[in-house]
């Protein structure tokens, strides 16, 4: 399983899962993070805080990335499912998706 599998779970046909989730989490950790460093050094010129707040900042960090992670996870489920499907009916036979995609839209 390479990271381009579990960065994008529906090109090998698998669902959303936990390394998937633990990727998410960690990169969202890493922006905040880096956001931070950026804002205190480049903008206030005070790098020497970063390393002071980490007691209240990667705390928060954590909570925002596990909810945002938890969230995304939760919506990416159901998309990986009808993306697979998707890719499924149109890997069959385009001419047969097509039929099948304007038998199901209404007024055609």
């Known amino acids: 399983m390479s990271l381009r599998d579990i960065a994008f779970p529906y090109r090998a046909k698998r669902n959303f899962g ?23 050094g480049v903008v206030a010129h005070r790098l020497d805080l970063f390393r002071d707040l980490q007691t209240v900042v990667l705390p928060g960090a954590v909570l925002i990335s596990l909810a945002t992670s938890t969230v995304f996870a939760w919506r990416a489920r159901s998309w990986t499912k009808s993306r697979i499907a998707g890719l499924a009916d149109y890997g069959s036979a385009s001419a047969g998706y097509a039929e099948r995609l304007a038998k199901s839209r209404p007024g055609s």
Do not use: N
């Open 18 to 40: 936990a390394a998937s989730f633990a990727l998410v989490f960690l990169m969202l950790i890493l922006e905040i993070e880096l956001l931070v460093a950026i804002a205190l």
